[in-house]
C-alpha cells in the first residue's frame, strides 16, 4: 500500500492570541496523499496540524468519494453488537477506563449511523479508544467537498500520531467490507495488532502527561522526532522536552541540535 504526497500548504490561525509561550498564529500544515484500498475506490488522508477548522487540536481527515460515503449500510446495528460483546468480554489488554467508556458510546452511535460515512468515522473513533486515544466529538460528522471535479465526503477525528490514525480508518473500513461480504472480521487479533502498534509510535505515559497538562493551558506543542523530543509553544517562546527533561538539560543537548 503506496502513498502519493499530493500537496502542502501552510495557514494560520487567527491572531490576537500570542503569549509567552507563543500561543496565536499558529502554523498549520495540511499533508495530504492518496492511498488505493482496493478496487473499488482511492481515498486521501489530510493531516491538521494545529487549530483547524474542526477542533483546536490536530485532526487527521479522511476524503473518499460521496457516492459510497452517502450509502447505507444494512444491519450495522450487528457490528455494534459485536464490538459491545468484545468490550464486555473483556478478551483485551487493560485500557485506561475513559477509553473504555469512550468506546462504548461510539458503539451506540456506531448503531445509530445512517451511512457509510458516519459508521467509518464511528468505527475509526471505537478504535482509537481501544488504543488509548479516546477522541472527542467536533459536533459535525461529515462535509461535502469538490475535489477535481468529484464530490468527495470528508469526515475528521481527534489526532495523537498520524500513522495511528490511519490505521483506525483503515480498520473501520476493513470492519465494514467484512460486514458487506458476511464474513466474520477478526477483531481480537485486528485489536491485538493495532494496541500493540500504538504501543511502538505512542509518546511515553510522562511525556503525554506533560503534554495533557500543556492542552488544559492551551500551550500548543509539536512532536519533533520518532523519540520523546517534543516542542512546547512558538517562535521565540518555545522551550523542548525530551520526556522529563528540558531543553536546560546538557542530555537533551544533542536531540536538539539534530
Not at 482511492?42 to 481527515?61: C, Q, S
Request: proline residues 5%; hydrophobic residues 40%; glycine residues 6%.
Amino acid at each position: 500500500m503506496g502513498s502519493l504526497v499530493l500537496r502542502r500548504q501552510t495557514e494560520f490561525a487567527p491572531s490576537g492570541l500570542t503569549d509567552f509561550f507563543g500561543r496565536g498564529k499558529l502554523p498549520l500544515f495540511i499533508d495530504s496523499f492518496l492511498v488505493p484500498f482496493h478496487s473499488m475506490f482511492d481515498y486521501r488522508f489530510v493531516t491538521l496540524l494545529g487549530p483547524n477548522r474542526w477542533a483546536p487540536v490536530p485532526m487527521l481527515e479522511f476524503h473518499y468519494p460521496d457516492v459510497i460515503a452517502a450509502e447505507g449500510v444494512a444491519n450495522i446495528a450487528l457490528v455494534a453488537e459485536r464490538l459491545r460483546q468484545f468490550l464486555d468480554s473483556r478478551s483485551f489488554t487493560t485500557t485506561h477506563p475513559q477509553s473504555i467508556a469512550n468506546a462504548d458510546a461510539l458503539a451506540d452511535r456506531l448503531s445509530k449511523s445512517c451511512c457509510h460515512g458516519e459508521a467509518t468515522l464511528a468505527l475509526a473513533r471505537w478504535f482509537s479508544a481501544m488504543a488509548g486515544v479516546p477522541t472527542r466529538d467536533v459536533g459535525t460528522d461529515r462535509e461535502q467537498r469538490m475535489d477535481q471535479n468529484r464530490l468527495m465526503s470528508v469526515v475528521a477525528m481527534e489526532m495523537e500520531e498520524q500513522e495511528l490514525s490511519q490505521r483506525c480508518y483503515e480498520l473501520a473500513l476493513e470492519v465494514l467490507q467484512h460486514h458487506e461480504e458476511s464474513r466474520e472480521f477478526p477483531l481480537t487479533t485486528k485489536f491485538r495488532e493495532l494496541f500493540d502498534y500504538a504501543d511502538d509510535v505512542r509518546l511515553g505515559p510522562s511525556s503525554r502527561a506533560i503534554l495533557r497538562a500543556a492542552r488544559r493551558r492551551d500551550i500548543p506543542y509539536t512532536r519533533l522526532n520518532r523519540g520523546s523530543l517534543v516542542q512546547l509553544g512558538e517562535g521565540k517562546y518555545q522551550r523542548r522536552i525530551w520526556t522529563a527533561e528540558t531543553d536546560a538539560t546538557s542530555a537533551i543537548a544533542e536531540a536538539i541540535a539534530s
